[in-house]
């Protein structure tokens, strides 16, 4: 159980354009989701906490009009990264907690690897 | 402010056992984190200390003291698949889920 799933996993979109990344979670609700991005060889940096039917919670430093999130139901967040330009290029990671006493801490879903060229 | 450290890169020879330190210094604290990261996947999770002590799960023990803001993680009987990225991640808000991940510590285990 306690699975998250994620699409795509790999993109290669053009500069100027944008690209929507789904989070899913399978056998579980998910009433939050976080967006993380990882540089190669760097830590995973929260960007945004999803909250299904709210605004999300974006970290200091996040474009919340470039990176747009939509959480609007318990299973599912998407993550749109509009306007994409070459730095955006990372590696995005989801996950969401499947028990509320989070014993077993984060899911992750399988991440999505972003080009932008 | 938030800190987690870590050792950047670690080198142990297969079968033997590894020590991988972390300190943190956050605002608040409700369980730290070890997690598995191969390289281009996403981080699996090994374990979740919350009191003062020493978890173990088969290989895998972690261990930590909230007084000194200070983990570890222990790998025994290394093997060759062990050659990952460990995240060391802290959740800083009682009664939230927002994690803090360290940079993490490449672990390379040669024969």
């Known amino acids: 159980g306690a699975v998250v799933s994620q699409h795509p996993s790999r993109v290669i979109c053009k500069s100027g354009t944008s690209v929507k990344i789904e989070c899913r979670s399978l056998?579980?609700?998910?009433?939050?989701m976080f967006w993380y991005r990882q540089f190669p060889k760097q830590s995973l940096m929260l960007m945004a906490t999803?909250?299904?039917?709210?605004?999300?919670?974006?970290e200091q430093g996040v474009e919340k009009d470039k990176f747009l999130i939509n959480h609007a139901s318990l299973t599912l967040s998407t993550l749109t990264v509009t306007s994409a330009h070459p730095e955006d290029s990372s590696f995005y990671i989801c996950?969401?907690?499947?028990?509320?006493?989070?014993?077993?801490?984060?899911?992750f879903g399988s991440g999505t690897r972003l080009t932008v060229v | 402010g938030q800190n987690i450290d870590q050792p950047t890169e670690m080198t142990a020879t297969e079968g033997a056992i590894v020590q991988i330190n972390c300190t943190y210094q956050?605002?608040?604290?409700?369980?730290l984190f070890w997690y598995q990261q191969h390289a281009g996947e996403a981080p699996t999770f090994l374990s979740y200390?919350?009191?003062?002590g020493l978890e173990e799960k088969g290989r895998f023990s972690s261990f930590l003291s909230r007084s000194k803001g200070y983990s570890y993680l222990l790998l025994k009987e290394l093997q060759m698949k062990d050659s990952a990225s460990y995240l060391c991640?802290?959740?800083?808000?009682?009664?939230?889920?927002?994690?803090?991940f360290g940079a993490g510590t490449r672990l390379f285990v040669k024969a």
């Open positions: 996950s969401a907690i499947p028990w509320r006493d989070s014993f077993y801490g984060y899911t």
């Open positions: 056998d579980f609700q998910a009433t939050t």
């Open positions: 999803s909250n299904e039917g709210s605004k999300a919670t974006y």
């Open positions: 956050t605002s608040g604290f409700n369980g």
């Open positions: 200390n919350v009191l003062d």
């Open positions: 991640a802290v959740r800083d808000l009682p009664g939230g889920f927002k994690t803090i």
